[in-house]
């Protein structure tokens, strides 16, 4: 891993992802690409027209008006954004030792991800951004376009970081989470940690040999890992085993071969995702 982008917009969550980007680098010494992305109504200033029916001269005094808004409202949000950048900055400074480098960006998020990615390992985002509904627990409204837009992992941080000694991997045998185990075998990151491959539903035998070769690709690695098929939904089984044996990260790709495909990209939030109260790192 040599490169991360995180991405903050202000919200709760951007020292979050501050400090997870400040864990992982220190601990892969990769580098650190703060991103910040102003909307395409900050870049341009639109305009609502509220002149109706007025005379000329008041419609033009009005519309002057209203442009000279716009344009001030476009010039306190790139000073916010700086702002924010800055101050995310020097919190990873504080944190880790680390120089992060800040991009501004004016735009679509998707974009701006297509953009940077190309070189990066890793994409850190918030749960949840400025403008989410806490009491519904409704999740960030680019959560999901990130997943479906970005082609390397994702990591969902959650609302505060504490340090990952262990983690659970979803595992349904499918592409995703294969080329998770493989990309985990293979990074500094999970040096040192212990890991759990968690099936659900009826054990059968080719589940326990796909089980049983993860295993061994992990411990080959020299990371500590064991399996478990416990009966029941996926989503249950999950969210219970994280809570009761107290891990820290859960893994799960982002596209499957089983219903745990649509836990992550489907036509709504995700259950997991929405519910874990751990950060979750998907593997397309």
Not at 78 to 101: M, P, V
Request: net charge negative.
């Amino acid at each position: 891993m040599t490169k991360l982008i995180a991405l903050i917009d202000g919200s709760i969550y951007s020292n979050s992802v501050c400090d997870h980007a400040a864990w992982i680098a220190e601990r892969t010494a990769a580098s650190v690409s703060l991103v910040h992305v102003l909307g395409r109504r900050h870049a341009t200033g639109e305009q609502a027209d509220f002149s109706g029916n007025l005379k000329l001269g008041a419609r033009s005094a009005l519309l002057k008006e209203l442009a000279d808004l716009d344009a001030q409202k476009g010039k306190l949000a790139l000073q916010h954004g700086r702002l924010l950048l800055a101050e995310a900055s020097e919190h990873i400074r504080e944190k880790s030792g680390i120089e992060a480098e800040t991009k501004l960006r004016h735009g679509d998020l998707i974009e701006a991800i297509e953009e940077f990615e190309q070189d990066a390992d890793l994409i850190i985002i918030g749960k949840r951004g400025e403008a989410a509904d806490f009491a519904k627990l409704h999740l960030g409204s680019n959560l999901e376009r990130v997943v479906r837009g970005a082609t390397k992992p994702v990591l969902v941080t959650s609302r505060a970081f504490q340090p990952i000694e262990k983690f659970v991997i979803a595992f349904d045998g499918g592409p995703s989470v294969m080329k998770a185990i493989n990309h985990i075998a293979q990074s500094k990151l999970f040096n040192g940690l212990s890991c759990l491959l968690l099936a659900a539903g009826e054990p059968g035998s080719d589940a326990r040999q796909s089980l049983d070769d993860a295993v061994a690709i992990l411990n080959n690695a020299g990371i500590n890992a064991e399996s478990a098929i416990e009966k029941g939904d996926a989503e249950t089984v999950i969210k219970t085993r994280i809570e009761n044996d107290k891990f820290d990260l859960l893994v799960m790709g982002a596209y499957g071969h089983s219903r745990i495909r649509n836990l992550i990209i489907g036509s709504t939030t995700t259950e997991m995702v929405r519910s874990c109260h751990v950060p979750v790192l998907l593997f397309r």
